[in-house]
C-alpha cells in the first residue's frame, strides 16, 4: 500500500493576514504598483510641475536655486508645454566663483539666463544629418544636433534626457547655455 503524500501546512494569507473578515486590497504586481487601471486614478504619472522635478532631482540643485533666486517658479511651475534644457550642478560648478555669485546675485541677467534654456512647447530630437533650432524665451535660438557622442544642444551635451513634467519635459544638459 501506497503511503499518501502529505499537504503542506496551510499558510494564512499575507494580505489579509489569516482574518476571513478583511477584505483583500487589489492585487499587487512584484514591482509594488497597484493593477488599478490608470483611468481610475486621479493622478497623471506626470503629476510633478518642472519646478517640483528640479526640485527632486539630485543633479539639478544649482538649477532649482537658480529659479527660485530669479523668481521664476511659475514659469517653470504652471506654465506648458515647456521643453527645459536644464544644466546639472556639474555645469555651474564650471562657471567660475565670482561670476555665478554674480550672477546669481543679479536677478534681471539671471531671468535672462534661464530663460534662455527654456523652450515653448515640445521640442523632438535631431536627426544625425537633420539638425533642428529651438527657439528659446530669450536669447539666440538653440541649435540641436546628433553626433556619435549624443545629443547637443549648442555646445551643452545632453547627459539626460525626458524627465517629464505635467507641464513639460526637462534634458539636463552639461554646460549652461550663453544667452550671447
Keep these: 500500500m501506497k503511503p499518501t503524500p502529505r499537504r503542506p501546512a496551510q499558510r494564512p494569507n499575507p494580505v489579509t493576514n489569516g482574518d476571513p473578515t478583511t477584505p483583500a486590497t487589489p492585487a499587487r504586481r512584484r514591482t509594488g504598483r497597484d493593477r ?3 483611468a481610475a486614478t486621479d493622478r497623471s504619472p506626470y503629476a510633478e510641475s518642472l519646478v517640483e522635478l528640479c526640485a527632486a532631482t539630485p543633479r539639478l540643485q ?3 536655486a537658480a529659479i527660485r533666486a530669479a ?3 511659475d514659469l517653470f511651475g504652471t506654465e506648458g508645454p515647456i521643453t527645459v534644457f536644464a544644466p546639472t550642478d556639474v555645469a555651474f560648478s564650471k562657471v567660475p566663483e ?3 555669485t554674480k ?3 543679479d536677478q534681471k541677467r539671471l531671468t535672462a539666463l534661464l530663460k534662455h534654456h ?3 512647447g515640445r521640442v523632438k530630437a535631431p536627426r544625425a544629418r537633420n539638425p533642428r533650432t529651438a527657439t528659446p524665451m530669450f536669447g539666440d535660438p538653440l541649435r540641436l ?3 556619435a557622442d549624443g545629443f547637443y544642444v ?3 551635451r545632453i547627459v539626460r534626457t525626458n524627465i517629464r513634467g505635467v507641464n513639460g519635459v526637462i534634458h539636463a544638459i552639461d554646460t549652461v547655455l550663453d544667452p550671447g
Aim: hydrophobic fraction near 40%; proline fraction near 8%; glycine fraction near 16%.
Design 145 to 147: 544636433t546628433e553626433t
Design 103 to 105: 550672477l546669481m546675485g
Design 98 to 100: 565670482g561670476q555665478l
Design 36 to 38: 488599478t487601471p490608470a
Design 118 to 120: 527654456v523652450v515653448p
Design 62 to 64: 544649482a538649477f532649482s
Design 154 to 156: 549648442d555646445e551643452a
Design 71 to 73: 523668481g521664476l517658479g
